[in-house]
């Protein structure tokens, strides 16, 4: 799956700079001239890099302020393109990894977008979801366990199926029963989605060092590359 980008700018120069070095590095680009169009772009499709023109577009910091508050983008990487007003300082406080000048210098900002592959590609494997075969149980009202089936896992979190619709947003404590493991793994967590058919997306919050080190090593031991590149489980073992 290709990488994905959006470029908040009005300036056409930034335009035919970023384009071409994110056409060399096979990263499709998406373009918004205007601020709000971009913060419902944002809450509504996941990106891998976000760049901001902070100092010629009105409101554009507000965007990065807002990224690392959002759920689905609270990860993306972030450029903040500056012209004299925003200092190096103001754009990392409001959120940015990188810092490009303008007028923007084409060999500054292929290298930089060279640095930002490396972080997204590590993000990507820390959140890659993989299908498995696995069980567990969440506490409910009152500590009442409820059972569940996992669909998908990753470092982060795990997409579960249950008999009921989970509270969206609510904390959540669970147990975790992957296969070929000697025990369970207690985990805290956040439910991030659900559905009335009790399908729900639960991000990891809390795990102790063990716990975190067991599920580290269970998944690296059953990833098994394809000729595509993708990954899969495999739950069997």
């Avoid at 903040?80 to 103001?90: D, E, P, R, W």
């Avoid at 494997?125 to 569940?148: C, K, N, S």
């Avoid at 716990?211 to 590149?229: H, N, T, V, Y």
Wanted: with cysteine; proline share 3%.
């Amino acid at each position: 799956m290709a990488l994905q980008a959006l470029l908040l700018s009005k300036d056409p120069e930034v335009h035919r700079t970023i384009r071409r070095v994110l056409d060399a590095a096979n990263i499709d680009l998406d373009l918004s001239n205007n601020t709000d169009q971009a913060r419902h772009i944002l809450s509504r499709q996941k990106y891998d890099a976000l760049l901001v023109d902070c100092d010629d577009m009105p409101n554009a910091p507000v965007v990065l302020r807002e990224l690392r508050q959002g759920k689905s983008n609270k990860s993306c990487i972030a450029f903040a393109l500056v012209n004299g007003k925003t200092t190096i300082q103001q754009a990392f406080e409001m959120g940015a990894n990188f810092v490009l000048d303008k007028p923007l210098s084409l060999d500054r900002a292929t290298r930089s977008v060279r640095a930002a592959q490396g972080l997204i590609m590590r993000e990507r494997r820390r959140y890659h979801r993989h299908l498995v075969r696995a069980t567990g149980a969440i506490l409910v009202d009152h500590g009442a366990e409820l059972p569940f089936n996992v669909t998908n896992i990753s470092q982060g979190g795990i997409s579960i199926e249950c008999s009921r619709q989970l509270d969206a947003t609510g904390a959540a404590r669970i147990r975790l029963e992957l296969p070929g493991t000697k025990r369970a793994l207690d985990v805290k967590g956040e439910v991030v989605w659900s559905t009335p058919e009790g399908r729900a997306g639960i991000r990891f919050q809390i795990l102790s060092v063990e716990a975190r080190r067991e599920l580290d090593a269970w998944l690296e031991k059953r990833a098994l590359p394809m000729d595509s590149g993708a990954m899969f489980i495999n739950a069997t073992v």
